[in-house]
């Protein structure tokens, strides 16, 4: 069915919850007017899903 044999795991998310120390700099950030996409690139996450931790 898939093309490669690993195709679901190089397709397989991986979540892990946001630190204390990455939840008060999203707090920093946010306070200092910054975009989402500009959070999720200074703590390494994908764009999306980081608020909603």
């Known amino acids: 069915m898939f093309p490669h044999k690993n195709h679901f795991q190089m397709m397989s998310t991986s979540y892990r919850h946001l630190t204390i120390n990455e939840r008060e700099k999203i ?3 946010l306070a200092q007017g910054k975009k989402q996409a500009e959070i999720a690139k200074a703590l390494d996450v994908a764009p999306a899903p980081f608020l909603a931790s």
Do not use: D, G
Request: glycine content about 0%; charged content about 0%; overall charge neutral.
């Open 27 to 29: 707090m920093i950030l």
